[in-house]
């Protein structure tokens, strides 16, 4: 089968059926990745997977973010088209329970309800010390846009965070 096909086929499927095909398969990449997390970690302990989980998705915000500018012409380099791009990455698409706070100088996302560390604490297992993970992806996306966007992490797992907020991120231009 051609490409060409399998585009038709994409075409074909129901309007109504499209957002949660996507996300079926959103959900099945952050499977693979978490069960990914899951063997490094048995194999060779929570640092080395989450290093190994940092320098992959360090690599992947750079990716996703060139991608996304390209696919939606976003050529703006300021935080609003960062974060339009943002709101498209599978991350984001991902987090079933967020916020995004545009402010004048500045933008803030929360991750409010998160469906990996609640998965890990149903299983019984610790929450997953995702910082080092986000902040990299983040930096990396938002050094796509422009060098001047700072990523600042104002709460995210191994922090001591409020029950009703598991991550929370700032943007903002340097100096500002």
């Known amino acids: 089968m051609s490409r060409t096909a399998d585009r038709k086929l994409i075409e074909e ?3 109504e059926k499209l957002a949660d095909f996507i996300f079926m398969h959103l959900r099945d990449m952050w499977a693979v990745d978490g069960l990914y997390y899951l063997g490094i970690e048995k194999e060779f302990g929570t640092e080395s997977a989450t290093e190994i989980d940092r320098k992959v998705w360090e690599v992947m915000g750079k990716i996703e973010a060139r991608k996304l500018k390209k696919l939606f012409e976003i050529s703006g380099n300021d935080i609003a088209s960062m974060i339009k ?22 933008t803030i996302l929360r991750n409010v309800k998160c469906r ?36 600042k992490c104002n709460v ?15 943007f903002a231009m340097k100096g500002k």
């Open 85 to 106: 791009a943002l709101r498209l990455s599978g991350w984001t698409l991902d987090l079933e329970d967020k916020e995004i706070d545009v402010k004048k100088d500045k």
């Open 116 to 151: 990996v560390q609640n998965t890990r604490i149903k299983k019984g297992l610790t929450e997953f010390g995702c910082k080092p993970v986000r902040w990299s992806f983040l930096k990396a996306f938002a050094k796509e846009f422009n060098p001047d966007i700072e990523v």
């Open 156 to 170: 995210c797992p191994p922090d001591e965070h409020p029950d009703d907020l598991w991550c929370e991120w700032e």
């Open 13 to 15: 499927i129901p309007k």
